[in-house]
Antibody, heavy 127, light 112 residues
Framework: QVQLVESGGGVVQPGRSLRLSCGAS????????MHWVRQAPGKGLEWVAV????????DYTDSVKGRFTISRDNSKNTMYLQMNSLRAEDTAVYYC????????????????????WGQGTMVTVSS | DIVMTQTQLSSAVTLGQPASISCRSS???????????LSWLQQRPGQPPRLLIY???NRFSGVPDRFSGSGAGTDFTLKISRVEAEDVGVYYC?????????FGGGTKVEIK
């Protein structure tokens, strides 16, 4: 069964750090780009970061650049989000999501959409 | 950044009746490769988002055919031909033509 499971959320004081994990199962994790998306309480979705399938490229939304670091360990089928200097506005449910891929004729192509989502992990930044 | 704007449904929808959700982008979503990377997601209450439609009109695996997507350039629409009780939730459009990926603010579908 294709599945993503986030962990590592919790309550943390402003300025402190937290590391989220996203464990994958049921598919060849190392073949897929992965994303973090967050949702503040009662609000909409906000894309946070992306990492290429092999970790060669990463990108972030401006509000987390310099504070958050996305990484992955394909040998452990796990992606991470290291969050430093946390702020109250980082309070949200953090989801990991898989980049959708379509394969045909021996080649695979990104569909530029997020096809598998985890259940999310809540991060609360509060003193 | 590309700003995605969704219109709000003006009122709750009657079961079995159609619903239409609009999404507009602040610039064309046509990628340099010729594709338009606009997708639609559904988020039921208490659940993570679920992919419904990708590249404007392609239904993802397992999505009922009462859901359809259309549009081009900067204007896009998600239609539900006959709303069912399980369709209650918030619908988001998302552009993946460029980074950062951006989402519309969401449109809530409620049943009368």
């Amino acid at each position: 069964q294709v599945q993503l499971v986030e962990s590592g959320g919790g309550v943390v004081q402003p300025g402190r750090s937290l590391r989220l994990s996203c464990g994958a199962s049921g598919f060849p994790f190392g073949s897929y780009g992965m994303h973090w998306v967050r949702q503040a309480p009662g609000k909409g979705l906000e894309w946070v970061a992306v990492i290429w399938h092999d970790g060669s490229n990463k990108d972030y939304t401006d509000s987390v650049k310099g504070r958050f670091t996305i990484s992955r360990d394909n040998s452990k089928n796990t992606m991470y989000l290291q969050m430093n200097s946390l702020r109250a506005e980082d309070t949200a449910v953090y989801y990991c999501a898989r980049d959708a891929v379509e394969c045909s004729g021996g080649s695979c192509y990104s569909l530029f959409a997020f096809d598998i989502w985890g259940q999310g992990t809540m991060v609360t930044v509060s003193s | 950044d590309i700003v995605m704007t969704q219109t709000q449904l003006s009122s709750a929808v009657t079961l079995g009746q159609p619903a239409s959700i609009s999404c507009r982008s602040s610039q064309s979503l046509v990628h340099s490769d010729g594709n338009t990377y606009l997708s639609w997601l559904q988020q039921r209450p208490g659940q993570p988002p679920r992919l419904l439609i990708y590249k404007i009109f392609n239904r993802f695996s397992g999505v009922p055919d009462r859901f359809s997507g259309s549009g081009a350039g900067t204007d896009f629409t998600l239609k539900i031909s006959r709303v069912e009780a399980e369709d209650v939730g918030v619908y988001y459009c998302m552009q993946a033509t460029q980074f950062p990926r951006t989402f519309g603010g969401g449109t809530k579908v409620e049943i009368k």
